[in-house]
């Protein structure tokens, strides 16, 4: 039972709207019956009174005439008189009306005239007549008594119509329902993947309406938290600084100043509280600048080439847009020092392109790439990817920053497989204050 019970929504609606379909056609039935019986029983006295009437007239009247009086009855297309009963079912239908309508017949009828019921599909009422001194079976149309079959068609016809606007009715409400759900159920999942998602649309059902508003409110407190935890992190790295400081003079005026390890640990804490600082500050704006991005990318290729890394660059042509350019350099610098990092310095390449008003920066290298359901997760703040943890070092913010500082832009930053195997890191900038060139 359980298995045969709908489990979506269209399946529940439906078998809801149908339910309801079937309660009212049976109410309309039990209805329709109700009302007709005073009729029936109308009906049914009417046609007993003109029997019994039928019978002393007839009986009356001399044999001589019965021939005619016959011929004439049988001249009249609705009533037939014949000697015997015609052989066809004599049962009396179950149809409630149709009982009420015997039933009334029996009672009003004189006890000495015999009758019957004949037939299924054209119903007759058959009475025995005294004609002259001699019976006769008399057959009378009583159509007017509403038939079961009729009764049956017109409902299973109802039935029909009103099923089938039940099922137009459930996909409409459906189709009402399935994309705000779908939207809803998206915007969670990228949630959950640790993307943010587009604010949801004010939806006109009430319930679906209060659903949006929360999760909206919960999406922007999320933001709330998260852009407090960047102030907090700024603030207590600023802090540490001052004493970082310190210690570093110390250590130069102390003998401990040949220690090369000891340097390569001031460094790392060094570098760690560049990346707090830096993604405390990715919330602020920074004025922009209408240029070329090309320029901006050799200048970063060249400083990598005096670290003797080499990153092949493809550079189509790309029109003067506007940008921040200090949180550019940032973006390209983290997705250039990743691809270094993680990938060991072989086959990177930069590409740029503009196509359809947006241009695409893209970094790609050879390393182990990052798998499709690891991307969102490895944007969130302090996520490393497992190689990064037990070998490179890092805080996991570089793509967390990257990512921010070009979602402030209105631009984007997606992670995609490279085809033959290693990572592109893709950078779209919308364009601006600019013509469009394409690649292509
Ligand atoms: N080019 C890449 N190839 C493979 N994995 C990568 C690449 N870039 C990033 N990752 C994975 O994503 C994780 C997050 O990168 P992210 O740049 O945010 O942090 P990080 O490099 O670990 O530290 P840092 O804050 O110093 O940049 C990395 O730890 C690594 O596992
Ligand atoms: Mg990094």
């Known amino acids: 039972m359980r298995k045969l019970w709908p489990r979506s929504l269209f399946g529940l609606n439906l078998l809801l709207l149908l339910g309801l379909a079937l309660v009212?056609?049976?109410?309309?039935?039990?209805?329709?019956?109700?009302?007709?019986?005073?009729?029936?029983?109308?009906?049914?006295?009417?046609?007993a009174g003109q029997v019994n009437t039928l019978d002393s007239v007839l009986s009356q009247i001399a044999p001589a005439n019965r021939e005619n009086v016959i011929q004439h009855i049988n001249q009249a297309d609705q009533i037939v008189v014949h000697d015997q009963l015609p052989p066809g079912k004599r049962h009396i239908p179950r149809a409630p009306l149709i009982q009420l309508f015997v039933d009334t017949i029996h009672q009003e009828l004189k006890p000495n005239i015999d009758y019957r019921w004949l037939g299924d599909t054209d119903a007759r009422l058959w009475v025995n007549l005294?004609?002259?001194?001699?019976?006769?079976?008399?057959?009378?149309?009583?159509?007017?008594?509403p038939q079961p079959?009729?009764?049956?068609?017109?409902?299973?016809?109802?039935?029909?119509?009103?099923?089938?606007v039940a099922v137009l009715l459930a996909f409409v409400l459906q189709r009402r329902l399935n994309r705000p759900l779908q939207q809803i159920a998206a915007a969670v999942h990228k949630l959950e993947l640790g993307g943010r998602p587009e604010?949801?649309?004010?939806?006109?059902?009430?319930?679906?309406?209060?659903l949006s508003h929360q999760f909206n409110a919960m999406v922007e407190s999320l933001d709330a938290m998260e852009s407090n935890r960047a102030i907090m992190l700024a603030g207590i790295s600023h802090d540490i600084r001052t004493p970082l400081t310190k210690l570093r003079l110390g250590l130069e005026m102390s003998n401990l100043q040949g220690n090369k390890e000891l340097y390569r640990y001031l460094r790392q804490i060094d570098t760690i509280i560049d990346q707090f600082l830096e993604y405390g500050r990715s919330g602020n704006s920074e004025p922009e600048f209408t240029g070329d991005l090309n320029v901006l990318i050799q200048q970063l290729a060249a400083e990598f080439e005096g670290r003797d890394i080499m990153f092949a660059l493809v550079l189509n042509p790309l029109p003067e847009t506007a940008f921040q350019p200090v949180a550019m350099q940032r973006v390209l610098r983290n997705l250039m020092e990743n691809a270094v990092k993680y990938a060991g310095g072989s086959e990177l390449v930069i590409t740029s392109y503009c196509q359809q008003h947006q241009l695409y920066i893209?970094?790609?290298?050879?390393?182990?790439?990052?798998?499709?359901?690891?991307?969102?997760?490895?944007?969130?703040?302090?996520?490393?990817?497992?190689?990064?943890?037990?070998?490179?070092?890092?805080?996991?913010?570089?793509l967390a920053i990257a990512e921010a500082l070009m979602r402030r832009q209105g631009g984007s930053l997606q992670l995609l497989p490279r085809a033959?195997?290693?990572?592109?890191?893709?950078?779209i900038l919308p364009l601006r204050n600019t013509a469009q060139i394409s690649r292509d």
């Not at 309309?28 to 046609?47: D, K, T």
């Not at 299973?156 to 099923?163: E, M, S, T, V």
């Not at 790609?364 to 190689?387: N, T, V, Y």
């Not at 033959?420 to 950078?427: D, F, N, P």
């Open 24 to 47: 009212v056609m049976v109410c309309s039935v039990a209805a329709y019956i109700q009302m007709q019986r005073p009729r029936v029983i109308e009906l049914g006295s009417l046609v």
């Open 130 to 145: 005294n004609i002259a001194g001699q019976r006769s079976w008399v057959s009378l149309p009583v159509s007017q008594v």
């Open 149 to 164: 079959h009729r009764l049956l068609t017109r409902g299973l016809l109802l039935l029909i119509i009103i099923a089938s």
């Open 199 to 210: 604010k949801l649309p004010e939806y006109t059902t009430t319930e679906l309406a209060l």
């Open 362 to 398: 893209e970094v790609a290298d050879r390393g182990p790439g990052i798998s499709q359901d690891k991307i969102s997760l490895m944007l969130r703040p302090f996520e490393r990817g497992e190689a990064a943890r037990t070998g490179v070092d890092g805080t996991g913010l570089g």
């Open 420 to 427: 033959g195997g290693g990572l592109t890191a893709q950078v």
